[in-house]
């Protein structure tokens, strides 16, 4: 699993825009600048509908008070869902990512296999990311939901 000090592996994820899809690489999201970076099992289930997402656009405008850049929401999806996930929460102020085949989530080594519920999703995690290194990781237990919370975050940003 990454942790904290490393650089983030070479990545791409996409993005459904009004200009079409969108291939982002590392250089793209990251790159000079400072990033909250949350994952989620799965668009539209529950505790990432209710809590984890709303809590993120709630707080989006503290966040970013603090010298974040931007806010990037991924989960293990195609853009399409992403994009719609976005728009039923009304989070313009957060990046909706897809991690569509989850090789971003594997290569950081936080996936986990959910079987019959969706196969391969990404465990619960928030990271702070500093041009490209992680300054900090945020990883929750199974079926836990604390240190990975809007709030959790905003208080180890400086």
Not at 5 to 17: E, F, M
Not at 89 to 115: P, R
Not at 140 to 153: M, T
Request: aromatic share 8%; net charge negative.
């Amino acid at each position: 699993m990454i942790s904290q000090g490393q650089v983030l592996p070479a990545i791409s994820l996409t993005q459904l825009t009004d200009d079409g899809m969108q291939t982002l690489t590392n250089d793209d999201l990251f790159a000079g600048k400072k990033v909250v970076l949350f994952a989620v099992p799965g668009a539209f289930t529950p505790t990432c509908s209710n809590a984890h997402l709303p809590e993120f656009i709630t707080l989006a405008d503290k966040i970013k008070a603090k010298g974040v850049d931007a806010i990037y929401c991924v989960s293990v999806n195609d853009a399409f869902v992403m994009k719609a996930w976005g728009e039923a929460h009304n989070a313009e102020h957060i990046e909706m990512l897809a991690d569509g085949d989850a090789s971003f989530t594997k290569e950081l080594g936080l996936d986990k296999d959910t079987a019959g519920f969706g196969g391969v999703r990404s465990t619960r995690y928030a990271m702070i990311v500093d041009d490209q290194t992680v300054t900090g990781l945020f990883v929750e237990q199974d079926k836990e939901f604390v240190v990975s919370r809007a709030e959790a975050v905003l208080e180890k940003l400086l």
